[in-house]
């Protein structure tokens, strides 16, 4: 049977998993009665939830002869990492660009990976159903995409296809009325263009992890491409470790992809996607080969972290209440476990009681907090810090590309808050009363601002952000939070009576009823400075008639925090206490008078 490897790669939510899902349904991979979800590859619940794809995911569909491997890859700059990897497997691109919104900063990221590493690429113009969509302006900026990476007269001749992956149809023609149900147009293209693995079947085995999984029963599972030879079921073969090393082992278990089923196999060959298990500390990068002809394959670069944040035991009043999972032993188990399948995640013990854990962003830092909290943990974390690095003897410190699209009348807005943040200018485009803005913005710059940035542009403003590079350390940023915050100085429910009381001096995160303790952010005050405020005083009764008494007290709504926006909120001296059903944000100092203390000592 033909081989054919290839990638989807594209934006942050411009429609890779709907895509994979159509050309799998295209090809008959699913049985007429077969009941297949939306996003069928997005198998974690917060995937299914959020709408992306957290980690990269393998699957082979048989077509007109042909076996294609087809990896649906992260579109987050956060994941971004798995994406250089995968393109060391694959001969070739789908590179999805959504019809109205064209090239993001992402698109240019995955496309320069991409052709950093010579796969031929097929462009998808996706939602070309959409009513804004434009098809024809998009691929004129998918082509300046191109030439601006860098791409030869031979490379800007990508066949083209349009679709609307939702619908399920597809055409080769930007015209609308083309559109036809199917994916055919598009799996005809991958068969035509895309070329076979160039592969060596005779000679000795080499196969190398690009990804990683991992499972309670065989340990770790190394996720790559044969690239030359054969591998079989239980042989001895040979690990050139990464760091020069050799280790013989003993493969356990093959693993082969078809539709959404990981599928048992007693051996691969060169241009085989498999995942294999046998060795329980297998790395990406290494190179597994046949005994006695030890041949390393160019290591794999592994994204380096660019955020910590400390990790600790929950010390609250609450602690205990709502998590089935509290001590320190266990947390440090659970993150030395996702250190397994994620290779740009670091995990160091901080004290007994907490672990410094550093990873390439928010998102991937949140999200680990997310599955852990629905595990049934219970933590407290800190805010987010950057990793400076000393390079030629400059403190230097990560720098991210942001694309910012916003309507006019916020522009100055905008341009003031990222001025402020040490971010450099680098385009302004104006399209029809919207505006699009590229800069250059410290990391530490981002961090706290993306409340900030939907605040100022009323939910409107959309932006987007990739590491760019580490370069030398910004000046001070004014970045910080502005406002101080009200803290609770007692223990019990809060009331209405005192929430109503206390309106006026700002806005609350909490509502009557809510069980507090001393130290616990309440909301946030009008001003610079922190309050601590009693939320849980009731109204004194007396034996005398009020002429007040049958008025109720009408409250704002409170601010809804979700996890990101407690992390990007708390300053330096604060935490979020994260249990199975509730996040809080708290002081360190819960005490009110020894907070004072160490305030005034400051």
């Known amino acids: 049977m033909k081989k054919r490897n290839i990638a989807i790669i594209a934006h942050v939510d411009h429609g890779k998993t709907t895509l994979v899902d159509k050309l799998l349904q295209s090809s008959g991979t699913f049985r007429d009665n077969e009941n297949v979800q939306e996003r069928a590859l997005d198998s974690n619940d917060i995937?299914?939830?959020?709408?992306?794809?957290?980690?990269?995911?393998?699957?082979?569909?048989?077509?007109?002869?042909?076996?294609?491997?087809?990896?649906?890859?992260?579109?987050?700059?956060?994941?971004?990492?798995?994406?250089?990897?995968?393109?060391n497997m694959v001969d070739g691109v789908l590179l999805v660009v959504d019809a109205y919104e064209?090239?993001?900063?992402?698109?240019?990221?995955?496309?320069?990976?991409?052709?950093?590493?010579?796969?031929?690429?097929?462009?998808?113009?996706?939602?070309?159903?959409?009513?804004?969509?434009?098809?024809?302006?998009?691929?004129?900026?998918v082509i300046d995409l191109f030439?601006?990476?860098?791409?030869?007269?031979?490379?800007?001749?990508?066949?083209?296809?349009?679709?609307?992956?939702?619908?399920?149809?597809?055409?080769l023609d930007p015209d609308l009325s083309t559109q036809k149900e199917g994916m055919e147009n598009i799996l005809d293209l991958i068969i035509d263009y895309i070329p076979e693995p160039k592969v060596e079947l005779d000679a000795p085995l080499q196969f190398q992890p690009a990804l990683l999984d991992y499972n309670d029963f065989v340990g770790r599972i190394g996720i790559g491409l044969v690239k030359r030879g054969t591998i079989k079921l239980n042989e001895m073969v040979s690990c050139v470790r990464v760091d020069g090393t050799i280790k013989q082992f003993r493969v356990a278990k093959i693993y082969g992809y078809l539709g959404l089923k990981r599928i048992e196999v007693d051996h691969a060959e060169a241009g085989d996607i498999v995942a294999i298990a046998g060795l329980p500390d297998i790395s990406v990068g290494e190179t597994v080969c046949?005994?006695?002809?030890?041949?390393?394959?160019?290591?794999?670069?592994?994204?380096?972290?660019?955020?910590?944040?400390?990790?600790?035991?929950?010390?609250?009043?609450?602690?205990?209440?709502?998590?089935?999972?509290?001590?320190?032993?266990?947390?440090?188990?659970?993150?030395?476990?996702?250190?397994?399948?994620?290779?740009?995640?670091?995990?160091?013990?901080?004290?007994?009681e907490s672990f410094i854990v550093s990873g390439r962003g928010e998102l991937h830092l949140s999200i680990l907090i997310e599955n852990m909290r629905r595990e049934g943990f219970e933590l407290q974390v800190s805010k987010p810090k950057i990793i400076e690095k000393v390079i030629d003897g400059v403190t230097c410190e990560p720098y991210e590309e942001v694309q910012v699209d916003v309507?006019?009348?916020?522009?100055?807005?905008?341009i003031e808050?990222?001025?402020?943040?040490?971010?450099?200018?680098?385009?302004?485009?104006?399209?029809?009363?919207?505006?699009r803005l590229n800069y250059l913005v410290p990391t530490r710059g981002l961090i706290g601002f993306m409340t900030e940035f939907m605040t100022m542009t009323k939910g409107y403003g959309i932006i987007n952000h990739t590491f760019s590079a580490?370069?030398?350390?910004?000046?001070?940023?004014?970045?910080?939070?502005?406002?101080?915050?009200?803290?609770?100085?007692?223990?019990?429910?809060?009331?209405?009576?005192?929430?109503?009381?206390?309106?006026?001096?700002?806005?609350?995160?909490?509502?009557?009823?809510?069980?507090?303790?001393?130290?616990?952010?309440?909301?946030?005050?009008?001003?610079?400075?922190?309050?601590?405020?009693?939320?849980?005083?009731?109204?004194?009764?007396?034996?005398?008639?009020?002429?007040?008494?049958?008025?109720?007290?009408?409250l704002k709504r409170p601010k809804q925090?979700?996890?990101?926006?407690?992390?990007?909120?708390?300053?330096?001296?604060?935490?979020?206490?994260?249990?199975?059903?509730?996040?809080?944000?708290?002081?360190?100092?819960?005490?009110?008078?020894?907070?004072?203390?160490?305030?005034?000592?400051?």
């Open 47 to 87: 995937e299914r939830e959020r709408g992306i794809t957290i980690l990269a995911k393998t699957t082979a569909i048989n077509y007109k002869d042909t076996r294609i491997n087809i990896l649906d890859t992260p579109g987050h700059a956060d994941f971004g990492g798995e994406v250089e990897r995968i393109m």
């Open 407 to 414: 309507p006019e009348e916020y522009v100055g807005a905008v």
């Open 102 to 141: 064209g090239t993001m900063p992402q698109t240019r990221f995955v496309l320069k990976k991409a052709m950093e590493a010579h796969v031929k690429p097929i462009v998808v113009v996706n939602k070309v159903d959409k009513p804004a969509a434009r098809p024809k302006e998009v691929i004129d900026e």
């Open 290 to 352: 046949t005994v006695g002809k030890e041949e390393a394959l160019p290591l794999l670069r592994i994204d380096e972290p660019t955020l910590q944040m400390t990790f600790g035991v929950n010390t609250s009043p609450f602690c205990g209440r709502e998590g089935k999972i509290v001590t320190a032993r266990k947390i440090e188990e659970r993150l030395m476990k996702e250190t397994e399948r994620d290779v740009s995640l670091r995990v160091q013990p901080n004290d007994s």
């Open 147 to 171: 030439i601006e990476l860098g791409a030869d007269v031979d490379d800007l001749d990508f066949p083209i296809a349009y679709c609307s992956a939702i619908n399920g149809t597809s055409s």
């Open 417 to 435: 808050a990222l001025g402020n943040r040490e971010g450099t200018m680098e385009n302004m485009t104006n399209t029809e009363n919207q505006v």
């Open 561 to 602: 925090m979700s996890l990101e926006v407690c992390l990007d909120y708390i300053n330096d001296d604060e935490l979020v206490e994260i249990t199975p059903t509730n996040y809080r944000m708290r002081k360190a100092i819960l005490n009110t008078n020894e907070r004072k203390k160490y305030d005034s000592r400051k």
């Open 470 to 554: 580490y370069r030398p350390k910004a000046g001070a940023l004014v970045g910080t939070r502005k406002n101080g915050v009200l803290v609770s100085m007692e223990n019990g429910a809060a009331t209405a009576y005192a929430l109503g009381g206390l309106e006026e001096r700002g806005v609350m995160f909490i509502e009557p009823g809510t069980q507090v303790y001393e130290g616990m952010i309440v909301g946030e005050s009008n001003h610079e400075t922190d309050l601590a405020v009693n939320v849980v005083r009731g109204k004194n009764l007396t034996n005398t008639r009020s002429a007040t008494k049958d008025h109720t007290v009408v």
